[in-house]
């Protein structure tokens, strides 16, 4: 029987924070415990959370005294607790469908070599309102395949060759189930990112393991202006996350193609403007490249140049195969 150990992180979520809880207690397959972790919100999220107290399902509440800095940090202190191998990190402005830890559970037992399942999924706005395309839409259009249009089982370093290394392509957080030993073993450096840690852990893992795509749109992303992402967070914190993601992918033999990955990430990630940026932030930018890495440093400052210098407009991403 495969048991999961559910992480609610919330801070400041309060508005939605009900229908995510509900939305995990309201799932059709019934084996899993509720963490919940509140990062020192300064909302009414503690009244909510409280309502929850007797719950059976629900072992564990903690409310940090002081806020972590970091909306990773309370991962760690969810796994610390989690009873089981089997996590889904069910981040607190989003919420799901009854049937999504259902379809993960039949998943892993058909594909026992799996360490993340993750589903398709709706993005919702503050009050709800799901749009018209599904992810999986977008990332066939954009990648200019029908991959997404049908589940499937892939090889993680397969997967990460084919696509992951280019764009965020597991959804979000919460759309994945994963094997616990696959984030333990990554705490420490996931605790050091502000934006793009899960990305950072979903790209790690896949060196490992093996991933189920579910084209059913079991979860809600909510995107509304106060989501992390929509933070106004410094473009210095942006461009050293991801210069320290494309370290780990650059340096790894089981990636191919680096010259294209290089190209993709100084376009899409990497790059910056004097002018709209400021010298100043440009400067740190560089610095910071230098100083964690010499080598892949020049090699993405002279595409940098190269893209200023020649006003390049396209991106770097190729298709992929609609075979899957």
Same mark, same amino acid.
């Given at each position: ?117 993750? #589903?398709? #999924? ?40 084919? #696509? ?49 795509? #579910? ?110």
């Amino acid at each position: 029987m495969i048991n999961f150990s559910v992480i609610i992180p919330n801070y400041n979520h309060a508005p939605f924070l009900k229908q995510r809880i509900d939305s995990v207690l309201e799932q059709a397959y019934s084996n899993f415990e509720v963490i919940i972790i509140d990062d020192a919100s300064t909302d009414n999220s503690l009244e909510i959370i409280e309502s929850y107290k007797a719950n059976n399902k629900i072992p564990h509440i903690i409310y940090n005294e002081k806020n972590s800095g970091s909306p990773f940090k309370p991962w760690s202190q969810g796994i610390a607790l989690a009873k089981y191998s089997w996590i889904w990190i069910g981040e607190s402005d989003d919420f799901a469908d009854p049937m999504f830890l259902k379809e993960a559970a039949d998943a892993i037992m058909k594909y026992p070599s799996i360490g993340i399942f993750y #589903c398709d #999924c709706y993005t919702v706005d503050d009050k709800s309102i799901a749009a018209r395309e599904r992810y999986s839409e977008r990332k066939n259009k954009i990648f200019n395949t029908k991959k997404w249009s049908e589940s499937y089982y892939k090889n993680g370093v397969e997967e990460l060759n084919e #696509c992951l290394k280019f764009d965020s392509t597991i959804n979000n957080v919460s759309s994945v189930v994963f094997k616990k030993h696959l984030l333990v073993t990554q705490i420490e450096m996931l605790n050091k990112f502000y934006l793009y840690g899960d990305l950072f852990f979903f790209l790690n893992a896949s060196f490992s393991t093996n991933i189920y795509y #579910c084209n059913k749109p079991l979860n809600y992303y909510r995107i509304h202006p106060g989501s992390h992402l929509h933070l106004n967070t410094s473009i210095i914190t942006s461009r050293s996350e991801y210069f320290r993601i494309l370290k780990v992918l650059y340096y790894n033999k089981m990636v191919t193609d680096k010259t294209h990955l290089l190209d993709h990430f100084a376009y899409n990630y990497l790059s910056f403007g004097i002018i709209e940026d400021g010298l100043r932030k440009g400067l740190t930018i560089i610095r910071f490249y230098f100083k964690h890495s010499p080598l892949l440093a020049w090699k993405i400052t002279i595409r940098i140049i190269y893209i200023k210098l020649f006003r390049i407009k396209r991106a770097f991403r190729k298709p992929v195969n609609n075979i899957v």
